[in-house]
């Protein structure tokens, strides 16, 4: 679900970047508010180089990793991993425990496509863990001078939330939040929350 076509030094740049101690702390903060088991059925969309995967492993989780891109099918260090888009997932309806979208969700052209099929494939009461950078993060960096240099533009990136948006758009797939929150560094010496880097959210597919 992604419009751009990057080239290796895209892939090697995300490849450094998720390999940080930094990314890691992400991962192990969205990790750390899902209920996660030993046996459970993991699907990590996106899963690039499969610095989450790793993370779900060191939990005891075997995951399984997707992604659109041949490279990331190829260049994951972790296996499985299943080459799809998002918007047509090849698991059958409730076949997922958990999936998680680790700095994803920017990427798709219809956020509410992949979203919803994201929905599908969750079991009742399966969860979502979402990572996703913060407009008003992006916004506020632009505020302050000579900050711009710290933010490399994604070309691949489709849209930038704000912790409204993206709780209007996991809503509005079917989602029941449990929790949504900025995350992270402040964009300014400013105790406002909504400054922060990250958003993160857990969502449920509702017991029927």
């Keep these: 679900m992604m419009q751009a076509r990057p080239d290796a030094s895209y892939f090697a740049r995300v490849d450094r970047w998720s390999s940080t101690e930094a990314y890691r702390r992400e991962v192990g903060s969205l990790l750390a508010a899902l209920d996660l088991h030993p046996g459970s059925r993991i699907l990590d969309v996106g899963c690039g180089p499969g610095a989450a995967m790793e993370e779900l492993r060191r939990r005891g989780v075997a995951p399984l990793g997707l992604d659109i891109y041949p ?3 190829d260049l994951c260090r972790q296996r499985p991993v299943v080459r799809a888009d998002a918007a047509r997932l090849p698991f059958t309806t409730g076949s997922m ?3 998680l979208l680790v700095h994803v969700v920017a990427h798709f052209q219809q956020p509410d496509a992949g979203l919803r099929e994201i929905l599908r494939v969750l079991r009742p009461g399966g ?3 979402l990572l996703t950078p913060n407009a008003t993060y992006l916004r506020a960096l632009r505020w302050r001078r000579g900050s711009h240099h710290h933010h490399v ?3 691949t990136v489709n849209h930038h939330f704000n912790l409204r948006d993206l709780r209007r758009q996991v809503a509005a797939a079917g989602f029941q939040i449990l929790h949504a929150r900025p995350w992270g560094r402040r964009a300014l010496p400013l105790p406002a929350a909504s ?5 993160l959210l857990v969502a449920t597919r509702v017991t029927v």
């Design 195 to 199: 400054l922060r880097e990250r958003l």
């Design 153 to 155: 533009p994604d070309p």
């Design 97 to 99: 425990d958990a999936v």
């Design 71 to 73: 490279a990331w099918a």
């Design 127 to 129: 969860s979502l863990g």
